[in-house]
């Protein structure tokens, strides 16, 4: 009895490199297309904003006593200091970044579960399209990265 082994869902980086590169560059180019028609920072992200700029200039507990989840403004303070954007660019990017990452896992999924190149195409216009994702898509808020690492 053959059976035919189950598709990993890395392999979608490695067979099909020019799918992926499309699918970051049209969750980017969302990304910045929200941003763009609603540039004003959202409730959270003003906090997140704030302690990123208190952990890029080390007052660790002014930023501890600011963000109820440190870790997201550590990595904005981290990517500002990096590239010299503000806190709330590298905000930001990180969310554009974060929602390309999930675009590109849950088309791997889709791919890993068995679904061909035509469901792949399909899971990632979902992905990209889906209201839900594009509401929260010119926030800065670390939902996409919880989401991004979870599929």
């Not at 997140?48 to 007052?59: G, I, K, P």
């Not at 792949?120 to 839900?132: D, S």
């Amino acid at each position: 009895m053959n059976v035919s082994p189950v598709p990993e869902p890395h392999r979608i980086l490695i067979d099909r490199p020019y799918w992926c590169v499309l699918i970051v560059l049209a969750s980017v180019l969302l990304s910045f297309w929200a941003i763009y028609l609603d540039p004003v920072i959202n409730s959270d992200g003003i906090g997140m904003v704030r302690a990123a700029r208190y952990f890029s200039t080390n007052e660790w507990r002014l930023g501890l006593d600011v963000a109820g989840q440190p870790f997201y403004p550590m990595l904005m303070a981290l990517l500002s200091r990096i590239t010299g954007m503000s806190a709330a660019y590298s905000g930001y990017a990180l969310s554009a970044g974060f929602h390309a990452c999930l675009a590109v896992g849950f088309t791997a999924l889709v791919g890993g579960l068995g679904g061909g190149r035509a469901a792949q195409g399909l899971a990632a216009l979902v992905v990209l399209l889906y209201p839900a994702l594009n509401e929260v898509r010119s926030y800065i808020v670390s939902d996409a990265a919880y989401w991004a690492f979870y599929v």
